[in-house]
T-cell receptor, first 112, second 115 residues
Framework: QKEVEQNSGPLSVPEGAIASLNCTYS??????FFWYRQYSGKSPELIMF????GDKEDGRFTAQLNKASQYVSLLIRDSQPSDSATYLC????????????FGQGTRLTINP | DAGITQSPRHKVTETGTPVTLRCHQT?????MYWYRQDPGHGLRLIHY???????DKGEVSDGYSVSRSKTEDFLLTLESATSSQTSVYFC??????????????FGPGTRLTVL
């Protein structure tokens, strides 16, 4: 059983629309949740982190956390072609707060 | 890129040969990590370090060893490379004290091919 699961996609969204990326995790003790963006051939770069239940907004990005449902999501408003990338969900793992467990990533394509 | 460099950036080697990958950081961070990334698996932790000479295993540590003799360098060694170790290897650091609220930043990666 995977600890962190994402739909691998590809997810195709028209330019200007809202892209919704989802992630579920199995460890109820997880405390910190991160979204990374990775362009093809590049390293992951942090978009947002969230620790508390609810929504956290940063520009066009909103992270949503529901610990009761063990669910975290990332919304991208006004999607741009430059948002086309793979999005990785990461969760602090069972064995130590500093070790991240990643999902397999969702490939997002924004169509002009 | 948080002052992280990795070398080499690309390497092709043959099965059974030893390989060492280097991660170098310039900002004196305590925590350093090695991940591998394979299609369909996301990133998986191999080993990490919480100080000079202090290391621990991650999720996929079999076949790998690490060393950290200086704060700035974290070495990953494949003692006898196998084709299953063909992957992209990322080094990462955290900007904090190893707590759950820390953020990890990644180096540019090393693409390793084992023939």
């Amino acid at each position: 059983q995977k600890e962190v699961e994402q739909n691998s996609g590809p997810l195709s969204v028209p330019e200007g629309a809202i892209a919704s990326l989802n992630c579920t995790y199995s460890d109820r003790g997880s405390q910190s949740f991160f979204w990374y963006r990775q362009y093809s051939g590049k390293s992951p770069e942090l978009i947002m982190f969230i620790y508390s239940n609810g929504d956290k907004e940063d520009g066009r990005f909103t992270a949503q956390l529901n610990k009761a449902s063990q669910y975290v999501s990332l919304l991208i408003r006004d999607s741009q072609p430059s948002d086309s990338a793979t999005y990785l969900c990461a969760v602090t793992g069972r064995q130590g707060a500093q070790k991240l467990v990643f999902g397999q990533g969702t490939r997002l394509t924004i169509n002009p | 890129d948080a002052g992280i460099t990795q070398s080499p950036r690309h390497k092709v080697t043959e099965t059974g040969t030893p390989v060492t990958l280097r991660c170098h950081q310039t900002e004196n961070h305590r925590y350093m990590y090695w991940y591998r990334q394979d299609p369909g698996h996301g990133l998986r932790l191999i080993h990490y370090s919480y100080g000079v000479k202090d290391t621990d295993k991650g999720e996929v540590s079999d076949g790998y060893s690490v060393s950290r003799s200086k704060t700035e360098d974290f070495l990953l060694t494949l003692e006898s490379a196998t084709s299953s170790q063909t992957s992209v290897y990322f080094c990462a650091i955290t900007d904090g004290l190893g707590q759950g609220t820390d953020t990890q930043y990644f180096g540019p990666g090393t693409r390793l091919t084992v023939l």
